[in-house]
């Protein structure tokens, strides 16, 4: 398998350059970044040099935590965050602590060709690698393990669907994969069931990275700009097929509550114009007074409506998607609907159900969840329990990146011995069970 995607990648390398312009062209890359992708511009700082890779805007900021943590505990080292897209390259930096602006350096992820990978990897010598979630792309883990750089994956996610496939048609690619990494820090532990079935070994206790991040930003001249004397209803993160609902849904509720504002903050700003399209409406990016339905097409602004917000519904939830992040408006106070698709957040989705901080919306159309958005509306001492109670849960749930750059710091030892990387044993509580 890893022989065909080599040879696929390395007949599809002379075309990658225009599609990765077209790409440009459309705002999807930064053409004056492209060599990035290439794998070229290091900028390896002396010592040494941790590389964390985070595929789009949650992975990598789920991983500022982390390094955080790591440059609190590691003084003398840098950090070399990776990511794909151009609002995680965005975003990423612009979240990242004032005293660590000088310790990182942000690089667009080489292309998964295999002497892109390895121009990158001699490039910058990372002393470690450390991936989240689900980043596997093959040529990326056979490089760095040729070069000898040791690997962790942290956050490690797999769904039910995606394990049974490696399981019935791979089993033997999926476990030498898997066995690659000398750490695996498991979302869940679901997940970590899930990999423990795929042969994965090197696995520390479950733990949700994002979970331990800080509370989403917010300018507060835009906040006291924002506030008006009606109720504010916050679906944030939506996906397509979920506007619809969302401003179906808002037209039930405008009868029973004058003043009230409906503001849609889509996943993917750049739906923004799709979205108004849909469904109508006023939009922030164009600078437009928000109307009635208030289309949010802008970027880092999640923190400011979630502030906004007398009841927010998490996107993603209402169509098969899987869901978008709780924790946020969790930390934030907000009392939170979410539809029936939650399985990117299972755990802390259950967390929330249990201590009756959030409410789902079944089936998830225009009816229900507007007769659920009026529930919370009307009921201010029940909407103000279910805010604190989800914010209980959001604190409980900290401390995964202090006990994951623990677990690194002691890991790294060895490879920090030697420029190749050197050999990193598994944490103890695997050592004793593993095979060769």
């Known amino acids: 398998m890893s022989l065909l995607w080599h040879f696929a990648t390395s007949a599809a390398a002379p075309f990658i350059p225009f599609w990765l312009k077209r790409r440009a062209g459309r705002g999807k890359e930064e053409l004056a970044r492209l060599e990035e992708r290439y794998g070229r511009n290091p900028n390896r700082p002396p010592g040494t040099l941790i590389w964390l890779h985070g595929a789009s805007v949650g992975e990598g900021l789920s991983l500022l935590p982390l390094i955080e943590a790591l440059a609190e505990r590691l003084p003398e080292a840098h950090f070399l965050l990776t990511t794909g897209t151009v609002t995680s390259a965005r975003l990423t930096m612009e979240r990242l602590p004032e005293h660590l602006r000088e310790r990182v350096q942000h690089r667009y992820a080489p292309i998964d060709v295999l002497a892109w990978v390895a121009r990158f990897l001699a490039g910058w010598n990372p002393t470690i690698a450390i991936f989240a979630e689900s980043e596997l792309w093959p040529n990326r883990l056979l490089a760095t393990k040729h070069v000898r750089v040791p690997m962790a994956l942290v956050n490690a996610r797999i769904s039910f669907k995606s394990a049974e496939t490696w399981r019935r048609w791979a089993p033997g690619p999926a476990r030498r994969m898997l066995r690659g990494f000398s750490l695996i820090q498991p979302q869940s532990t679901n997940d970590e069931s899930r990999l423990r079935g795929l042969g994965a070994l090197?696995?520390?206790p479950s733990g949700d990275l994002k979970a331990s991040a800080p509370p989403l930003p917010h300018d507060p001249a835009a906040l006291e700009a924002l506030r008006h004397g009606g109720k504010t209803f916050v679906a944030a993160s939506t996906h397509p097929g979920e506007e619809v609902v969302i401003a179906a849904a808002h037209a039930l509720l405008a009868e029973r509550?004058?003043?009230l504002r409906t503001i849609i903050i889509p996943r993917h700003p750049e739906r923004g114009a799709e979205v108004a399209g849909l469904v109508g409406g006023t939009?922030?990016?164009?600078g437009e007074v928000p109307g009635p339905l208030h289309i949010a097409d802008t970027l880092g602004e999640l923190g400011l409506f979630y502030r906004l917000a007398d009841v927010a519904l998490v996107g993603g939830s209402l169509v098969p998607h899987g869901g978008q992040n709780p924790m946020e408006p969790a930390r934030l106070g907000c009392?939170?609907?979410?539809?029936?698709h939650t399985g990117n957040f299972q755990e802390r989705v259950l967390d929330l159900r249990e201590a009756q901080a959030v409410r789902v919306v079944e089936p998830g159309?225009?009816?229900?969840?507007?007769?659920a958005v009026?529930?919370?509306?009307?009921?201010?001492?029940?909407?103000?329990r279910m805010a604190e109670a989800a914010h209980d849960v959001a604190q409980k749930a900290t401390g995964t990146a202090d006990r994951l750059a623990d677990e690194?710091?002691?890991?790294?030892?060895?490879?920090?011995?030697s420029p190749q990387g050197g050999e990193v044993r598994a944490p103890e509580a695997e050592r004793e069970h593993q095979t060769p």
């Not at 939009?283 to 164009?286: A, E, H, M, V, Y």
């Not at 009392?335 to 029936?340: A, K």
């Not at 710091?409 to 490879?415: C, D, G, K, S």
């Open 202 to 204: 090197g696995m520390l």
């Open 374 to 384: 009026h529930d919370v509306l009307t009921k201010p001492r029940e909407a103000k």
């Open 257 to 259: 509550h004058p003043g």
């Open 335 to 340: 009392p939170i609907l979410l539809g029936p």
């Open 408 to 417: 690194i710091v002691t890991w790294l030892r060895p490879a920090e011995s």
């Open 283 to 286: 939009r922030r990016s164009l």
């Open 365 to 371: 159309d225009a009816a229900t969840l507007a007769a």
